[in-house]
């Protein structure tokens, strides 16, 4: 195969790798076509008013202040008197939009939104405000709209403040609540002037939603233990009260509101959320007025937290639900169809009506999440053969016909269940209470009442509740269904894809097989037998009209397998070589060899393990007895690397902010470009003129300006003065300038690399809040040690001379004539460069902490909120330690005598290697940091991203090669309109120009990660491969 069918390939692979992620994993798993469930009954409220407190904590609004006084004294009021509460529990990523999806439309986020960044879903769904006669809503421009578009009829209203007003550097996000009362407040009164506004606001079915964000907005900017957060709960509580009591007055006192206050998710202490953690999860919910249950006063009750005493609210019964379960619950009290793609089950303790009306609201909710299960298996029966098809047994259409009678009949029967606690139950929690019995016989004696009270109370409502539970399991099935024969397919051809390319190293870059000529006859039978298949593959999906992607997915196995066996000399070969060598050493490497990738793999769960590996490195010089040629080189490297594998040991950046720690690291690097520049003036390099002097003393320039920008702005929005435009000017400046600084820089080996450095790190100071300014400079100081090291390891093993370093000049065309064939030894180089890059990525927290992110890392840039900008900032920020890497690995790779290739291919079998791993790791749900992280395979993806890694590693390093900037274009256009390479000279200039564009494909692959959070990582699992092709053409 030649370099550019090679090429065409290892793109297409990669691409459809990347696709089936989508198709596999990311699929929406909404259904339409439902018909809409509603409660017979008449409902007991005409309105509902929701009031969405973004970023509210449960602790925060529960708990009292240190002087025992509550924090929220009306809402404390409701529940204590009128309301009942509870802790509403939401499920990952918690994040605003899911968070909203799930309160209002009653499912967990659609995954396949990752494909568009989150910022709308691709599928339109149902929702409570679509189901309303007519919905007002006001509050922030990011999560309103997406309600109102897509709804049915022109009934649902937005009133949103500007997208400007949501500054982290305002003196007080409060004013956005502020906002929201205040225009509530105008609309009313204009209402009365306005007899046709004032009709509908009238009707029934109606819905207000105030979506209010100065919690969140408050407590990014000042963590939720702050003056700011509790002082904005305050204001928060006032204006609900104030609400209420103008609602009441409007409508008369008619009795006919309901409200509910709740939150779309929480926030860690030190300011973010999108993961898993207690205080992420869990979320207030207050319930009052029309339709809604008193509170219950209870003797004592049992809950695995400790917040129940910490709250002083121990006898009041607290009914907790999944955040999903809100939906039905609002659907219920107003009388609207519940949202056709609701998962949720209806609280019913939440609801002060009649039995009957609770028996016939769950039955309801019931059929609704059964009718999701039907379309969903009749999609999957039309698109499977009928001898091939294999239903969900619990729930076939006989079990769903028994179900349904079962229940109806109950109702008429008026077996309710939810019924007071009989006597039985009740005697056996004063058993349980008081064990007054010994401990043994009053466990028994638990046990049976809780049986015999279990067996006379099968009734309707656990009916409902059994069927709603086996119909979301069903779901799930079907959803599912095809997911194991996808991967599988896919798992083939990635496998052989990577045997493919261990086989082109061994044929290309090694001397362990002979050149042999395969016969025609023996060609064609092989290419008609794969056809064959082909053909056979493709009538079976043909006969089950499967989608065409199921076509890509399972025939790609077949050429990518066809080019395997064509090498099958090659094969034959190296199990010659391995043959021949000792069982115990071929094994031992084959050992070392799994070893190392499960480490790398390990490293993504855990951490701590780069610290190992790190101690394992520093280790390596002694091990190999390099030490004895180079003592002082070897000393600085175990410094270095025990030095860096202490940061991760270090907690994630971000929970505590340590700006001087920053302006320690801005001095310090000060103060070693002062001490690179003596060195050099005293040693009068001839290398060195006056115009490369000036570019570096620009950059210091630009490293002491955002040391200061750092230091000024924290104090401003420490004072509540905002950003100042100056530190803004000159934030994107240094961005700016960062990226072409170092074009402008000698070509010499260390002095092309420190000006990358200086470069790179004046951004990186802007982007830092704590220890990780110091990370760079840890990593770099190894990675130039790194790159001599390599120089000794050349000469220990005898493979070349010891080339001058100094003196290594990126813009002189390199004689491919002294291209050295693959050792041993170059495999561990590949490694080294593999752990690096996860090193660089986890070295100061996990990636996917980026969607859980602290805002305090960009305010040097902005501050008003903007999530997509502000997620590219922090896309460069993970970037940086990456391209430092990269660009060391090609220092090693130029100056080791290898070409580019040898090393990328080995390289791009280890990330696939762990690609193949993580793929049946990756998670659909799950927090963006535990999808992300975890088995996620989002970030194990960016181990492809390793992969990436070495195409981006080509961008930057490849501006090694250039002189200046004026080289830039001219090889890029010379690249364009020449088909062959003349010279090496003309070589290198291409490889330069489509590096370029090897970047511009990275920044995109990272902008999908941003995108995908936890869950759009997975991109990366391919979008590397996409860029490692691209590195594949420089080379």
């Not at 992620?21 to 909404?30: A, H, N």
């Amino acid at each position: 195969m030649g370099m550019p069918v090679f090429i065409v390939a290892g793109l297409l692979v990669h691409c459809v790798f990347l696709a089936s992620i989508f198709d596999i994993y990311f699929t929406s798993p909404l259904v339409h076509g439902m018909t809409p469930q509603q409660t017979p009954l008449p409902p007991p409220a005409k309105r509902l008013v929701l009031f969405v407190a973004d970023g509210l904590r449960a602790d925060s609004l529960y708990e009292l202040d240190s002087n025992g006084t509550p924090r929220a004294p009306f809402l404390r009021s409701i529940l204590e008197n009128i309301g009942s509460w509870g802790i509403s529990h939401t499920r990952v990523p918690t994040e605003s939009r899911p968070g909203h999806v799930a309160l209002i439309a009653g499912f967990y986020e659609d995954v396949s939104a990752v494909a568009k960044g989150w910022k709308e879903n691709p599928v339109e769904f149902d929702s409570l405000f679509n189901e309303s006669k007519y919905t007002w809503s006001w509050g922030s421009p990011d999560i309103l709209p997406m309600f109102a578009k897509g709804a049915s009829r022109d009934h649902v209203y937005t009133f949103c403040y500007t997208a400007e007003s949501e500054d982290f550097g305002a003196q007080d996000a409060a004013k956005l609540d502020t906002w929201v009362f205040d225009h509530v407040k105008s609309f009313f009164n204009s209402s009365r002037s306005n007899q046709t506004l004032y009709s509908a606001l009238n009707e029934e079915k109606v819905v207000l939603f105030l979506h209010l964000l100065g919690i969140d907005t408050n407590g990014h900017a000042h963590r939720p233990n702050s003056r700011e957060y509790k002082e904005n709960i305050r204001k928060v509580d006032e204006g609900v009260k104030e609400m209420a009591s103008m609602l009441d007055n409007f409508y008369g006192n008619d009795g006919k509101t309901a409200f509910i206050l709740t939150s779309d998710h929480g926030m860690t202490d030190w300011g973010s959320h999108g993961a898993g953690h207690p205080s992420e999860t869990l979320t207030p919910l207050v319930a009052w007025g029309a339709g809604v249950n008193y509170p219950q006063r209870v003797a004592s009750q049992f809950f695995e937290d400790n917040f129940l005493e910490e709250w002083k609210l121990e006898n009041l019964k607290r009914l907790d639900v999944n955040q999903a379960d809100v939906a039905p619950l609002m659907a219920s009290l107003i009388g609207v169809p519940f949202p056709l793609n609701s998962v949720g089950t209806l609280p019913l303790e939440y609801l002060n009506n009649s039995a009957h009306f609770k028996a016939e609201s769950i039955f309801t909710n019931a059929v609704q999440i059964l009718e999701q299960f039907k379309v969903k298996m009749t999609q999957k029966e039309e698109t499977t053969l009928s001898f091939l098809f294999t239903p969900f047994k619990p729930l076939s259409d006989s079990e769903q016909m028994n179900f349904l009678k079962k229940a109806r009949l109950y109702i008429q029967q008026e077996k309710y269940d939810e019924a007071p606690a009989s006597a039985n139950r009740v005697l056996c929690e004063q058993v349980i209470q008081l064990s007054f019995l010994p401990l043994e016989k009053s466990q028994i004696s638990a046990y049976l009442c809780l049986r015999n009270d279990r067996r006379c109370r099968k009734t309707m409502v656990s009916l409902c509740k059994t069927l709603i539970n086996l119909a979301l399991e069903g779901l799930s099935y079907y959803h599912t269904y095809d997911r194991l024969f996808l991967g599988l397919s896919i798992a083939m051809s990635f496998v052989g894809w990577t045997a493919y390319v261990i086989l082109v190293i061994i044929k290309t870059h090694t001397n362990l097989t002979k050149t042999v000529q395969s016969s025609d006859k023996e060609s064609t039978v092989l290419l008609y037998g794969f056809a064959f298949v082909g053909m056979i593959i493709a009538f079976f999906l043909l006969i089950q009209t499967c989608p065409w992607t199921y076509y890509i997915y399972c025939l790609l196995p077949v050429p990518v397998w066809y080019a395997v066996v064509k090498e099958l000399h090659v094969i034959q070969d190296l199990a010659a070589n391995l043959l021949s060598l000792p069982i115990g050493q071929s094994m031992g490497f084959l050992l070392v060899c799994v070893l190392g990738v499960e480490i790398l793999v390990f490293s993504f769960f855990y951490r701590s393990t780069l610290t190992v590996g790190l101690l394992v490195f520093a280790g390596w010089p002694v091990i190999t007895q390099l030490w004895v040629q180079a003592k002082t080189t070897v000393l600085i490297w175990i410094l270095l690397c025990v030095l860096l594998a202490i940061f991760p040991l270090m907690p994630v950046v971000g929970r505590e902010p340590n700006i001087p720690l920053v302006i320690a690291a801005g001095l310090l690097t000060l103060l070693i470009s002062c001490s690179y520049l003596a060195f050099f003036r005293k040693s009068k390099n001839r290398y060195v003129n006056n115009e490369d002097l000036k570019v570096q003393f620009y950059q210091m320039l630009s490293i002491a300006l955002s040391t200061y920008v750092v230091s000024s702005t924290h104090n401003s929005l420490q004072n509540k003065q905002g950003l100042p435009v100056f530190n803004q000017i000159i934030s994107w400046t240094t961005l700016v300038s960062s990226s072409v600084l170092p074009l402008l820089s000698p070509t010499f080996l260390f002095q092309r690399l420190f000006s990358i450095l200086l470069s790179l790190m004046s951004t990186y100071l802007l982007l830092s809040t704590g220890y990780e300014a110091l990370f760079p400079l840890v990593l770099s100081g190894l990675m130039f040690v790194w790159i001599n090291m390599e120089q000794e390891a050349l000469q220990h093993y005898s493979l070349s001379l010891k080339p001058k370093l100094a003196v290594l000049n990126f813009s002189y065309a390199t004689d491919i004539t002294h291209f050295r064939q693959l050792h041993l030894d170059d495999i561990r180089r590949s490694f080294f460069f593999v752990f690096f890059i996860v090193t660089a990525f986890f070295g100061t927290g996990n990636i996917a902490s980026v969607n859980s992110f602290d805002p305090a890392s960009v305010y040097c840039f902005l501050t008003v909120f903007s999530p997509f900008m502000m997620g590219a900032l922090l896309m460069l920020k993970v970037v940086i330690p990456f391209v430092l890497v990269s660009c060391a690995f090609e220092a090693v790779q130029v100056t080791t005598q290898l070409s580019s290739k040898s090393l990328f291919l080995i390289v791009l079998v280890i990330s696939d290697v762990m690609a193949l791993h993580f793929f049946f790791l990756v998670k659909d749900y799950g927090s963006w940091l535990d999808i992300g992280t975890r088995s996620d395979i989002l970030i194990k993806e960016h181990s492809r991203s390793a992969l990436c890694s070495t195409a981006r590693e080509k961008c930057i390093q490849h501006s090694l090669h250039y002189k200046s900037m004026k080289d830039l274009v001219p090889s890029t256009l010379k690249w364009a309109g020449t088909k062959k390479r003349k010279s090496s000279s003309e070589s290198l200039k291409q490889r330069g120009s489509l590096n370029i564009f090897g970047c511009t494909a990275c920044r995109w692959e990272f902008r999908q990660m941003q995108a995908a959070g936890c869950w759009g990582r997975l991109c990366l699992l391919r979008l590397d491969s996409v860029c490692a092709a691209l590195a594949t053409m420089c080379w």
